[in-house]
């Protein structure tokens, strides 16, 4: 592993269950962490934080605010970025990098500027992972505009996130990096016995075809009630067919809607519905077929990869990535246009008429994903990405090795932040407090005043204390 530090700032950390955008950047934690040494920042305590420390990787708990208007620009946009790239925060957050000196800062989601902001500020490369599709709007561009002029690298989950970036004429930035999986982190070997002991719980027979619909959070725009509608559709025709809800009731005025129609319609023993497990591998083995009826343009087709790994077929809305992803393994025939019910029941039926058609679809899913989406294609472009990226550090590394020649040894200095420091051989040491610095001797008017940029080129030291009092 190298010696070079990465911080990884997450938009958000959720106490109850990971988002499909925390997952990835779960995933991405541990496979950067083969190369670099991470530490993930986050608002709050949360389960992407308690998986992280479980995975051994360091955790910051740092809030700050995050730019929605860039998720769905209006005309406030430029407006709002001034306001936030001339608060205070974007200071503060210098300070955090210049305490732990990474090499390089990856900042997660379209809405998170505040740390590619106080990064650019220090000349420390910004990764910028986007992981949602921006909302069309007139200013739409200027979003991208603004993400391409703070970020090194801007890295998609998919070319249908990065599509405002290509309309805006912004390319030479955008690189890919699909998500994956780790195959051993499934369990296959226990799949089977999963199955049998879940179904069982279940009540389902094994002559029934389970038909899987699944959601962190159980809301309009993941398609919940056009799931039900679905199943209402089906249920007559096909009285093989179960139907599985597995989510959490995020809108409980909607969920206790969509239960009083199931409870009406006269097929609610045809349903299963349990809470959403971020342990996938005790859900996706029960289904027999898997639907994702997202109602907006999604990032990534997380779900549907995920059924793909776990060999289910998988029909999805035609909505952004969702597509993409069923295009990409050869599923052209199973992507539905966003919202058409009766073509749904159309595909669907077509694969619960066929034992062999879904016997079929189910290995070639497996198989595809695997060649497209795993992990041996996820490393290569992984290994790709940090070929280009290391030379570029190891050009900020000879252009700090001169700076570190220009200010003399026991200078006091301070950036654009309101920290002071003190250069001991080729280190910036902090003071914590004033009352620190004017212990050791420090007189505020031989203080020299310099950039962030400046700074970023010393190493941190140990901050100055009674324990560790400045050299001679």
């Known amino acids: 592993m190298s010696t070079r530090k990465v911080m990884l700032f997450a938009h958000l950390c ?22 670099f040494s991470c530490t993930l920042v986050v ?18 708990i740092y809030p700050y605010s995050l730019h929605w208007r860039s998720y769905e620009p209006e005309a406030d946009f430029l407006a709002e970025t001034d306001r936030l790239l001339n608060g205070p925060e974007v200071s503060h957050l210098a300070n955090l990098l210049h305490m732990h000196r990474p090499d390089l800062v990856v900042s997660h989601t379209c809405v998170n ?36 002029r703070y970020a090194t690298w801007v890295v998609g989950i998919s070319q249908t996130v990065l599509e405002p ?28 016995s999963y199955r049998q002991e879940r179904r069982s719980l279940f009540s389902v027979a094994d002559s029934e075809i389970l038909i899987g619909y699944l959601a962190s959070d159980l809301i309009t725009r993941k398609g919940f009630e056009h799931f039900i509608a679905l199943a209402l559709k089906l249920a007559p025709i096909y009285p093989q067919a179960r139907f599985l809800i597995a989510g959490n009731p995020t809108d409980q005025a909607l969920y ?47 779900t549907a990869l995920e059924a793909m790994a776990f060999a289910k077929p998988v029909i999805v809305y035609g909505s952004g ?62 290994n790709a990405f940090f070929s280009e990226v290391e030379p570029h550090l190891q050009s900020i590394d000879a252009f700090s090795a001169g700076v570190r020649q220009t200010l003399p040894n026991g200078a006091l200095v301070q950036g654009n932040t309101s920290a002071v420091f ?13 009352e620190t610095f004017e212990l050791y001797g420090g007189n505020w008017a031989h203080i020299i005043h310099t950039t962030d940029f400046i700074l970023q080129a010393f190493p941190t030291g140990a901050p100055i204390s009674a324990a560790h009092p400045p050299s001679p």
Request: hydrophobic share 40%; proline share 6%.
């Open 422 to 434: 003190r250069l001991e051989w080729g280190l910036k040491r902090p003071f914590p407090n004033q």
């Open 113 to 148: 500027f505040l740390p590619a902001l106080a990064a650019e500020r220090l000349g420390i490369p910004v990764c910028w992972c986007i992981t949602e599709r921006m909302k069309q709007t007139p200013y739409t561009h200027q979003a991208a505009t603004m993400i391409d």
């Open 256 to 302: 206790q809607s969509c239960m009083e129609t199931i409870h009406l319609s006269g097929y609610a023993s045809r349903f299963v519905i349990q809470p959403y497990s971020s342990q996938i591998q005790y859900i996706y083995p029960v289904t027999d077929v898997v639907v994702v009826l997202s109602l907006i343009d999604e990032g990534f087709g997380l």
């Open 43 to 60: 608002p709050e305590e949360g389960q992407l934080a308690d998986e992280a420390r479980f995975a051994g990787i360091p955790v910051i």
């Open 165 to 192: 970036f290509h309309a805006a004429g912004l390319t030479q930035k955008l690189r890919i990096q699909y998500p994956s999986w780790r195959h051993e982190e499934l369990e296959p070997q226990l799949w089977s």
């Open 321 to 382: 990535a969702l597509g993409e992803v069923q295009a990409a393994v050869g599923n052209g025939h199973f992507i539905v246009p966003t919202g058409d019910i009766n073509r749904l029941v159309q595909v669907i039926s077509q694969l619960l008429e066929s034992d062999g058609l879904r016997q079929a679809t189910a290995s070639h899913n497996q198989v595809a994903a695997e060649s497209m989406f795993g992990i041996t294609a996820y490393r290569a472009r992984l």
């Open 14 to 35: 959720n106490p109850q269950h990971m988002t499909g955008a925390e997952k990835l950047l779960l995933f991405q934690l541990k496979e950067w962490s083969n190369y």
